[in-house]
């Protein structure tokens, strides 16, 4: 890498890990996308919010749902505006750029400056949704058949994709990606994401808090682990509450913040009642 090359070293309200740090600054190097994946809570989206923010560019999501289509990242052509106007409206209907709206893609292509562009869970598509992205992801241009334009991006903008691993993406789809998975925060980690969210703590409640958080999460049965985040709030209502103390038993307070689910919340109390062995 070249003595300019901007490197990526996380921000100070995003801690990050060496072995993510090296594959951010990777795709910034090959300009390729870097597709992320890890469990709910480590940090996924926020990576692309910190990459932006740490290098100043402007941010635009593409949030995938189920519906999603390749097409609505690229551009929408609003037929029915376009209808409306010719019989309702006083517009020139017969420019049909007007009737264009570009959806994420095409407004991180059309930008001047360089974007980070946010493709979030993109697993959440169809399973052709990747492969319908393969072309443009390449060249960074596409065509607006109504139009007879190109849509061509002025700077390669840096692409951010998210996976939850749902289901698994096409191996070509892979082949033009820089890949990795962000492990859940060790405990040493943890302290300190924790302390960039409630730096006037006591350390003592703190080094309590993720004890018991960690003891929760290695239990066998709960199916949806408490994520950072959910951390992060229980500590809060720990301190907001005055609570100095806390241990893994049948009173842990506040629970309902780490368990979402109530058949997570009936193992927790049955696995500790029965006294039988609940690690992993």
Sequence with gaps: MS???????????????????????????????????GEPGTGKTLLAEALAAGMDLELIRWGVKSSTRAQDGLYVYDTVQRLYDSRFGDKDVNDVSAYIKLGPMGQAFSRDGRVVLL??????????????LLNELDRMRFWVDETQQEVAAKVRPIVIITSNAEKELPDAFLRRCVFHFIDFPSQDL????????????????????????????SMKRIRKHPSTSELIDWIAVLKRAGVADVRLDKNLP?????LKKEQDLVAFADQLAGGRRWRS
Aim: aromatic fraction near 8%.
């Design 119 to 132: 493709i979030d869970e993109i697993d959440k598509a169809d399973i052709e949704f990747p492969n319908d």
């Design 3 to 37: 003595d300019d090359f901007t490197r990526f070293t996380g921000t100070s309200t995003y801690l990050t890990s060496e072995a993510l740090e090296s594959a951010v600054n990777c795709a910034l190097a090959l300009e390729k996308p870097l597709l992320v994946r």
């Design 190 to 217: 943890m302290k300190r994401i924790v302390a960039v969210h409630h730096p006037r703590i006591e350390e003592t409640l703190v080094d309590q808090a993720i004890e018991t958080f960690y003891e929760l999460r």
């Design 254 to 258: 506040f629970l309902g913040t780490l």
